[in-house]
């Protein structure tokens, strides 16, 4: 590509300038995918995205058939740390959270529904709102979790319990 009388010029002469909308949109779009990949992953890191990619492919898969959406689940596996999460699987914080979501859109109608446009799913180990002392069983985990504009985020710590019930209750409230 050169550039030639104020464009972009490919080799066979095909003109690329910003002046057209999609010639916009493809260069944003280049710009965002090569920022996505910037954060060079740990080693540990990279291991914990393969462990919960793997582990959360049949819950994934069962949500989606169940609920008739298209959901992916993301996480920020470059906030993962392996001290935190020693001798735990963290997924498997993740999982209860998807299963119970999944069971919502299986025995209830109304729930599939509106369920159908569950669009994400993310599991975070960052932004945890800290556990206060009056907390009950499901309080803390409560707290880390939402479900806005058809997405469902848990903000997971070792700490937290009752993740079914919980997720449950957060996607009940949202909806009703």
């Known amino acids: 590509m050169h550039y030639r009388r104020g464009r972009f010029v490919l ?12 010639n916009r949109l493809a260069l944003a779009a280049l710009f965002a995918s090569t920022l996505a990949f910037a954060a060079d992953l740990k080693p540990a890191q990279e291991e ?18 169940k609920c008739g959406t298209k959901v992916t689940v993301k996480s920020d596996y470059e906030n993962y740390k392996e001290a ?29 529904k509106a369920l159908s446009k569950l669009s994400g799913f ?16 499901s309080d803390f985990t409560l707290r880390n979790m939402s479900y806005e504009k058809g997405t469902f ?4 710590h070792p700490d937290q319990a009752n993740v079914a019930e919980s997720a449950k209750a957060t996607v009940e409230k949202a909806l009703n």
């Open 11 to 22: 080799p066979l002469e095909t003109p690329f300038t910003l002046e057209s909308p999609l």
């Open 48 to 65: 914990a995205k393969a462990k919960f990619d793997e582990a959360m492919e049949e819950p994934l898969k069962a949500l989606n058939e």
């Open 84 to 112: 935190d999460w020693a001798g735990r699987s963290y997924y498997s914080w993740c999982e209860p959270a998807m299963s119970a979501i999944t069971q919502m859109c299986a025995d209830r109608p109304a729930y599939k």
């Open 122 to 137: 993310s599991c975070l180990f960052t932004g945890v709102k800290p556990k206060d002392k009056k907390d009950g069983s």
């Open 153 to 156: 985020t848990f903000r997971i």
